[in-house]
C-alpha cells in the first residue's frame, strides 16, 4: 500500500513577496500583477521583489558566494524549513532529502563583456583569455555557475546532512523532482524531502535564447490564456520549495499539514498537434474522479497552439473547476513553475480556498505534467 503524502512546509518567494499568506491573497483575489516593462524592453516580465536576505542567509560571505538564482533558491528553502518547524531540528535535517530542479547556472555578463572587450586589441588573444578567466572569475564559477551548486548551498547554509538531487531539464526538471520525491515516500523509500527550484527571470542571457525560439511575447502583459494576437512566455523570477513527508511522520510530529499530495505524474509527448492535450489527459484521468469545485492551478506558458491544448484538458477533467494561471500572478519560471504552482495549489487548500486542486503544466518545448492535491 501506498503511503499518503503531505506538504508540511510552504517556501514562496517571487514579485508578490514572500510566503503562504501574501500569495494565498493574490490566490483569493483581483490583484494587479507587478510586471517590470521597461527594464528588458520589449519583453515584460515580473521582477522579485527584494528579500531581506540576512533572515535566511545570515552571512554576507555566504550571500556573496552566491548568484541570484542561488540566493532566491536558499531563501524560499529556508521558508519552507521554518514553516515546517524543521529549521532548528538537527535530527530531522539528517534525515531529509533535497531535491532540486536547477537550470543551467548563470554567467557573470560584467566579466563576459569587459572579455570580449579586452580581446579585441590583445596582441595573444589566448593568453589573454586564458589569464582573464583564472583571474576574474569567482572560485563557485566555471563560466557559469554549476547547477548543482543550489543543492550544496542549501545543505551549507541551513545544515542539512541528508542526500541530494539536482534535476536539469527546463520545466520538465520541476515536474520530475515533485514527482520523484512525491513517489519515494509513498514507496518508503524516504520519509521527508524538501523539494523545488528557483529561477531569475532577469538575465538577458536568458530572453536572447528564448527569443531565438521564438517563445517570448514582446507585447504588453495580457493574461496567460488571452495572448492569441501575440502568444509567448513572460517570464518571472520566483522561488518555491516544499517539504513534503509521509503523513504518518507528520502526525507523530505534531506538524501541520497544509495538503495531501495524492498524485503527481509526467509525459513527454512529441509535440504534434493534439499531443499535449492527450499527454495531459492521460495524466488526468490516471488522478481519479476530480471534485466538480476544484481548484486548476496551470503553469502554462502562453506559447501558441500548447497553451490552448492545455486550457482544453483542464476544461475536460474538471469542467466547473476555477481555473488560475500560475504566469498571471508570478509569471512562467522555468524549471521552478510546476513547483511553484504546486505551492499555490497547497496554499490554496492550506487557507481554505479549496478542498481539491489538480496541477498542470505543459513545457514550452518538451514534456507534461500534472498533480492532484486534496485538503489533509
Known amino acids: 500500500m501506498a503511503r499518503d503524502v503531505v506538504i508540511t512546509g510552504i517556501g514562496l518567494a517571487s514579485s508578490l513577496g514572500e510566503g503562504v499568506e501574501a500569495h494565498a491573497l493574490a490566490l483569493a483575489s483581483d490583484t494587479a500583477p507587478v510586471v517590470d516593462t521597461q527594464s528588458f524592453a520589449p519583453y515584460p516580465l515580473h521582477p522579485l521583489k527584494p528579500l531581506e536576505l540576512d533572515k ?3 552571512k554576507k560571505s555566504d550571500q556573496r558566494q552566491m548568484e541570484p538564482w542561488q ?22 535535517k539528517s534525515q531529509l532529502q533535497v531535491i532540486v530542479a536547477a537550470g543551467g547556472g548563470e554567467r557573470d555578463h560584467a566579466v563576459d563583456a569587459a572579455i570580449l572587450a579586452g580581446l579585441r586589441n590583445a596582441n595573444q588573444p589566448g593568453a589573454f583569455l586564458n589569464e582573464r578567466l583564472m583571474g576574474d ?38 515536474v520530475d523532482a515533485i514527482r520523484t520525491a512525491q513517489a519515494r515516500i509513498a514507496a518508503g523509500q524516504a520519509d ?18 528564448f527569443e531565438l525560439g521564438g517563445f517570448l511575447r514582446s507585447a ?12 509567448g512566455m513572460i517570464t518571472g523570477s520566483a522561488g518555491a520549495f516544499l517539504v513534503l513527508e509521509a503523513a504518518e511522520r507528520a502526525a507523530a510530529r505534531g506538524a501541520r499539514a497544509h495538503a495531501r499530495l495524492s498524485h503527481a505524474g509526467a509525459h ?12 495531459l489527459d492521460e495524466l488526468l484521468s490516471g488522478f481519479g474522479q476530480i471534485a466538480a469545485d476544484a481548484l486548476a492551478i496551470s503553469a502554462a506558458t502562453g506559447c501558441a497552439e500548447i497553451t490552448d491544448e492545455e486550457a482544453a484538458a483542464i476544461a475536460k477533467a474538471a469542467p466547473g473547476a476555477r ?9 512562467h519560471s522555468v524549471e521552478a513553475a510546476f513547483p511553484v504552482s504546486v505551492a499555490l495549489a497547497a496554499a490554496a487548500l492550506s487557507t481554505g480556498a479549496a478542498n481539491e486542486a489538480i496541477v498542470t503544466g505543459a513545457a514550452h518545448w518538451r514534456g507534461e505534467g500534472a498533480a492532484r492535491l486534496v485538503k489533509a
Not at 268 to 279: E, L
Request: hydrophobic share 45%; no cysteine.
Open 56 to 58: 535566511q542567509i545570515p
Open 71 to 92: 540566493r532566491l533558491g536558499v531563501y524560499a528553502a529556508g521558508l519552507a524549513l521554518d514553516d515546517a518547524g524543521l529549521k532548528d531540528d538537527t535530527e530531522a
Open 137 to 174: 572569475l569567482r572560485p563557485t564559477l566555471f563560466l557559469a555557475q554549476l547547477s548543482n551548486l543550489l543543492a550544496g548551498n542549501i545543505g551549507i547554509v541551513h545544515g542539512i546532512t541528508g542526500a541530494s538531487r539536482t534535476l536539469m531539464g527546463e520545466e520538465q526538471a520541476g
Open 192 to 209: 521527508i524531502i524538501l523539494v523545488g527550484g528557483a529561477y531569475n527571470a532577469e538575465r538577458r542571457d536568458m530572453l536572447l535564447l
Open 220 to 231: 504588453d502583459f495580457a493574461p496567460v490564456f488571452a495572448r492569441s494576437e501575440a502568444p
Open 268 to 279: 513527454r509527448s512529441r509535440r504534434q498537434p493534439g499531443s499535449v492535450a492527450k499527454a
Open 323 to 331: 481555473r488560475i494561471a500560475t504566469g498571471d500572478l508570478v509569471g
